[in-house]
Structures are given as structure tokens and as C-alpha cells.
């Protein structure tokens, strides 16, 4: 799954931070601001496992999701 995180460039070193927690890898950084904005690419792998899971929630849950709870 690749997300596009736009932050403020007051804190972009904080939401890099959090998605690299998160298990993110940080690709095509942008870390010059415009119009007072930064931007990165947040990068993880999903398995197989987690598809599964996820769709064995959406079946246990009526199609909600595991999220939504």
C-alpha cells in the first residue's frame, strides 16, 4: 500500500517519524515546503495474511471492516 502524507513543515519530521513507526518505508521525500506544505510517500508491503484478515473481518463484521468497530 503506497499513501501520499502531506504535512506541515512544522511537523514533518514528526508524521515521517510516526509512519516509520508505523512500519512505513519513506520514499520521493519533499522536504522543501510549498506554499507551507512538505510531502512523502509512505510505503508498506501487505501480505497475504493481512488480506485475508481483513477480509475475514469484513465477513464476521457484515462488511464493515475491522476499522470500524
Same mark, same amino acid.
Given at each position: 500500500?503506497? =499513501?501520499r502524507?502531506?504535512?506541515?513543515? %512544522?511537523?514533518? $519530521? +514528526?508524521? +515521517?517519524? #510516526?509512519?516509520? #513507526?508505523? *512500519?512505513?518505508?519513506? !520514499? %520521493? $521525500?519533499? @522536504?522543501? @515546503?510549498?506554499?507551507?506544505l512538505?510531502?512523502?510517500?509512505?510505503?508498506? !508491503?501487505?501480505s497475504?495474511? &493481512?488480506t485475508?484478515d $481483513?477480509?475475514?473481518?469484513?465477513a =464476521?463484521?457484515? *462488511?464493515?471492516?475491522?476499522?470500524? &468497530?
Amino acid at each position: 500500500m503506497r =499513501i501520499r502524507v502531506t504535512a506541515r513543515a %512544522d511537523l514533518y $519530521e +514528526k508524521r +515521517k517519524q #510516526e509512519h516509520i #513507526e508505523r *512500519g512505513y518505508r519513506i !520514499e %520521493d $521525500e519533499r @522536504p522543501i @515546503p510549498v506554499n507551507g506544505l512538505c510531502s512523502f510517500i509512505a510505503m508498506r !508491503e501487505v501480505s497475504v495474511s &493481512d488480506t485475508v484478515d $481483513e477480509l475475514l473481518a469484513q465477513a =464476521i463484521n457484515g *462488511g464493515r471492516g475491522s476499522y470500524c &468497530d
